[in-house]
């Protein structure tokens, strides 16, 4: 998850581009990776994180 944004935000900043939403949503990852019951699960994950409910 992180990873695949980290190396989303080097290439926008490499091409000139905005991503203004970018480090918040780095932010949300970073937290989600750390909890146990996220923790090596997909971006779904986040729902749960944020304390909605996976489908």
């Known amino acids: 998850m992180a990873k ?6 080097v ?3 490499e091409a000139g581009a905005n ?6 949503a780095l932010a949300v990852y ?3 990776e750390k909890r ?5 699960r997909d971006f779904s994950v986040v729902y749960r994180y944020l304390g ?3 489908e």
């Open 4 to 9: 695949d944004l980290r190396l989303a935000m």
């Open 11 to 13: 290439a926008a900043r």
């Open 19 to 24: 991503m203004a939403l970018a480090d918040s």
């Open 30 to 32: 970073e937290a989600a």
């Open 36 to 40: 146990h019951d996220c923790k090596g």
């Open 52 to 54: 909605g409910k996976e």
